[in-house]
């Protein structure tokens, strides 16, 4: 079994990519923890690293599974550049739960949050390519359940970025925030949001056309999910508007493939 955490894709095409070979279905990190895995011999954690270190989501989630001792276990991030704690903080996590984590390795992507700093994360899809020879190692060391630890150490930049006080400042610096102006209530950030922590609610002043507006609520894990997905570009980050050309999706995955029901 396969578990993702996604937000524009990346994660979900290389779970994907990966399961073709192994024969193992792809689930949502989300959905796993709901679920009783510890039949599974082979359990996959494939997620993004948010500044330097593993998504707060992630972290909150991986203690709740319910997965073997025994279980071969490897994790796969995706990032921009570099790794960070976003190995070495689930690892350690997995300690607790006496867990040990066979393999880890990390593959480069296009990087989301690019579109936060005025870049095109789609200048960078010649990542794809060139780390193609990577994901055919990660695939066969996968297979055959190679024991190795790539980008699994700790790191005191990582370990800065991620102490609460420096996590609390950058969640709060670029939580998307809805344009209320632009917002037509159609309910595509609530369906791609992972967390489920969009929600759409009648206008307190309607207009003719506009009768519903998004929110964000109080559990955004930052993915930028909803920011890319908005065909209005509604969603905001620091006040400043988004640009459709710079709007990221992988190019393996479909919006239907990230959207989830509204709850």
């Not at 989301?112 to 899809?125: E, H, L, T, W």
């Not at 790539?150 to 998307?176: C, D, I, N, V």
């Amino acid at each position: 079994m396969i578990l993702y955490f996604s937000g524009t894709g990346n994660c979900l095409a290389v779970a994907r990519q990966i399961a073709k070979f192994t024969n193992d279905q792809v689930m949502p990190l989300t959905e796993a923890v709901r679920q009783d895995l510890t039949f599974e011999r082979r359990i996959g954690l494939i997620y993004p690293s948010y500044d330097f270190n593993t998504p707060p989501a992630v972290r909150n989630l991986v203690p709740q599974l319910k997965i073997s001792t025994n279980a071969y276990i490897f994790i796969i991030i995706t990032c921009g550049a570099q790794a960070g704690n976003s190995i070495w903080t689930i690892r350690r996590l997995l300690r607790e739960k006496g867990i040990e984590m066979a393999y880890s390795h990390k593959i480069r992507v296009p990087d989301n949050s690019a579109i936060v700093f005025g870049r095109n994360p789609n200048d960078q899809k010649w990542k794809f390519e060139r780390f193609s020879k990577r994901l055919d190692t990660i695939i066969a060391d996968v297979q055959a359940e190679h024991k190795a630890h790539h980008y699994a150490w700790w790191s005191p930049l990582a370990w800065f970025m991620g102490t609460k006080r420096m996590e609390q400042w950058m969640l709060r610096k670029f939580r998307p925030a809805v344009n209320e102006t632009k917002c037509i209530g159609c309910g595509i950030c609530s369906g791609v949001c992972p967390m489920r922590n969009i929600t759409i609610t009648d206008r307190e002043k309607p207009t003719a056309t506009n009768v519903q507006l998004a929110a964000v609520g109080p559990h955004c894990t930052v993915c930028l999910a909803c920011l890319h997905a908005c065909p209005q570009q509604a969603i905001e980050v620091g006040a400043k508007s988004s640009v459709k050309a710079h709007q990221y999706r992988h190019p393996d995955i479909k919006l239907k493939d990230l959207s989830r029901p509204r709850p």
